[in-house]
Structures are given as structure tokens and as C-alpha cells.
């Protein structure tokens, strides 16, 4: 069933396999719950608990995140084909991205606290003002990647595609991790 241009705030539960656009959700604890098979287009969620919610064959169209915990998700279970979301101030610790394409995806202000991006694309995405404590990029493609003022940042650039990829001169240690260095400043 459709659904438009509804506001919904302080819901526990929804009814999965609708389709929301053009929605908003304030202030909703989804949290362990299944929103599978569900549509979300051009609709947003607001200070709201998402963690460990199963999104599996979920659609995530044009949908902004902003104050939400999103803790344990796997992304990557959603429906991937045209998947484009803007993570703002969110905690997505834990979450899975494994093998994403995430090329319409923005992250800003967020914890991603060893969240999987394991050979995900992130061509030309903005991730910056987050914290990356654990966060795996193995055999992801980051080219063009904006990674400014983010933190605690570790990729290992022999196993993983960084052409053009956006970076403070902070976050070198990160890329040299491995290598056991000491660099002083």
C-alpha cells in the first residue's frame, strides 16, 4: 500500500512492505524490528532508533537519517539497486555496507565505529566529520572519496583504491598504520 505525505512521530512498530514517500518520522523506536520488503522514498527519519532493525529487500531511496541510532543495521541485506541516503549526526557503529554501492550516499557527522565497508563503492562519497574507530575498508574503491575531518581513519592504500580521495594531513598515521611508524609532528 502507498502511503505519501504523511508524518508519523513516536511509533514503535510499522507495517512492512508498504510503500512511504515523502514521509517523516519523528522521535519512532524501530529498534529489533522488521521493516523488510518495506519502500522508503524521498522520505526522512528524525531522532529516531533504528538499531539492529532488519532491512532486508528494504528500499532506501532518496532518504535522509539525521539524530538517528542505527546501531548493528546490515545495509546490505536492503534492496541495493538505486540505494541513496544522507546519514547526518547518526550513530551507525556496527553497521554492514559489505560490497555496497554507496556512490549516492553521504555520511556527515556520524560514529561508524566498525561499520563493514569491506569492497563497497564509495566513489566521490562525503564522509567527513565522522568517527571511523575500526571502521573496515578492505578492497573498497574510495576514489574521490572526501574523508576531511574525519577521525581515527585506518585504510591500507596497498588493498585499497584512494586516487583522488580527500584527506587531512592528520589522518596520515591512519594510512601508514600498518607499517608501524612513528611519526612525529
Known amino acids: 500500500m502507498l502511503i505519501a505525505n504523511e508524518t508519523f512521530e513516536k511509533l514503535s512498530t510499522l507495517d512492512n512492505k508498504n510503500e512511504y514517500e515523502c514521509c517523516t518520522f519523528k522521535n519512532c523506536d524501530f529498534s529489533d524490528g522488521n521493516l523488510s520488503a518495506t519502500k ?3 522520505s526522512e527519519f528524525v531522532d529516531c532508533n533504528l538499531s539492529n532493525v532488519k532491512f532486508n529487500d528494504t ?4 532518504v535522509e537519517f539525521s539524530n538517528c541510532k542505527m546501531l548493528g ?8 539497486l538505486l540505494f541513496s541516503a544522507v546519514f547526518e549526526n547518526c550513530q551507525l557503529n556496527d553497521c554492514t555496507f559489505f560490497e555496497m554501492k554507496l556512490r549516492q550516499a553521504a555520511f556527515i557527522n556520524s560514529s561508524l565505529e566498525g561499520a563493514d565497508f569491506t569492497a563497497a ?13 575500526n571502521a573496515s575498508f578492505d578492497r573498497a574503491n574510495l576514489e574521490g572519496a572526501d574523508f ?3 577521525v581515527r581513519l585506518q ?3 596497498e588493498i585499497t583504491r584512494l586516487a583522488k580521495a580527500r584527506l587531512s594531513l592528520a589522518q596520515l598515521p591512519g594510512l601508514l598504520s600498518k607499517h608501524n611508524l612513528k611519526i612525529e609532528g
Not at 563503492?121 to 574507530?133: A, Q, R, S
Open 148 to 150: 576531511r575531518m574525519s
Open 40 to 42: 522508503f522514498i524521498e
Open 73 to 80: 543495521i546490515q545495509f546490505d541485506r536492503s534492496n541495493q
Open 155 to 157: 585504510i591500507d592504500p
Open 59 to 62: 528500499s532506501i531511496l532518496d
Open 121 to 133: 563503492d564509495l566513489k566521490d562519497v562525503k564522509i567527513t566529520g565522522c568517527d571511523l574507530f
